[in-house]
């Protein structure tokens, strides 16, 4: 069975093709839901404007190093991936090291959802910046 997940991630170097693995109104929250000047990698970015946005924003800031997946979960409906990543942080020169999770769902075959976890407290410091931010459960 192919991994959608593991599909998306392969793309993610040719955007068009990234964005015709997601629906037209996909939600990726990027570690919080809320943005901060702070950090700009934080926040919510919807659809394929917000995903090369996010992308971006991820270029901007990250020399990837390595990222790996170790394991993917899924059905139809739901799915979910866990693995390592190394980036050298481009404003500081540190490197941001730390396992990951992504929570995605599905509509037919395409992510309408889309967060990522990670260790938020490496990215602050690695970027020498902090945020006084909580995050709302709802």
Known sequence: MTSNIANFFASLGDLDAACDLITADAKFIAVREKSYAE?????????????REFVAGLRT??????FQIDY????????????????IIRDT??????HWAVLCTFEKGLISSYRFYEDNAALEEGMQRRTACREEIK
Not at 39 to 51: R, S
Not at 93 to 98: E, L
């Open 39 to 51: 950090l700009p990698l934080y926040g919510t970015f919807i659809g394929p404007l917000g995903l």
């Open 93 to 98: 020169g540190q490197h941001f090291v730390s």
């Open 72 to 87: 993917v979960i899924e059905n139809a409906d739901i799915g979910s991936a866990f693995g390592r990543f190394d980036h």
């Open 61 to 66: 800031c990250f020399d990837t190093q390595f």
